[in-house]
């Protein structure tokens, strides 16, 4: 995926989730609101500056925001296990438990030189 699209579609997402209007992003970066829209349909991309400030605003890191960091946020994390069934969400605490358990033994490894 081209990564102006990318950067676009990301910061459209996160502009609507906060409930922002491009004119209030616009006003924040001190640019038109022509030249953000700009941003979120892929057209351009924002400065290093706009950039920060943008991932201070929504409170994700610049990578996240351009595409090279694919994790997702914690408020996104937290949508996906709210649409999750009982089961499965039983089934993710015990798969994350196991996963802590075995991350616990490798450090007591670690620290006894094993």
């Known amino acids: 995926m081209d990564h102006k699209k990318l950067l676009g579609g990301r910061l459209k997402k996160l502009r609507v989730k906060y409930g922002?209007?491009?004119e209030q992003v616009a006003t924040v970066l001190n640019i038109d609101r022509s030249a953000y829209a700009y941003y979120e349909h892929g057209r351009s991309s924002?400065?290093?500056r706009n950039l920060v400030t943008l991932a201070k605003i929504y409170g994700v890191s610049t990578d996240w925001i351009l595409g090279y960091d694919e994790a997702i946020t914690f408020d996104e994390k937290a949508e996906i296990i709210a649409h999750l069934a009982e089961d499965e969400k039983t089934r993710?605490?015990?798969?994350?438990?196991?996963?802590?358990?075995?991350?616990?033994?490798?450090?007591?490894?670690?620290?006894r030189g094993l």
């Open 46 to 48: 924002p400065s290093n």
């Open 92 to 111: 993710l605490a015990y798969h994350l438990l196991l996963s802590i358990k075995d991350c616990n033994k490798s450090r007591r490894l670690k620290t």
């Open 20 to 22: 922002l209007s491009q």
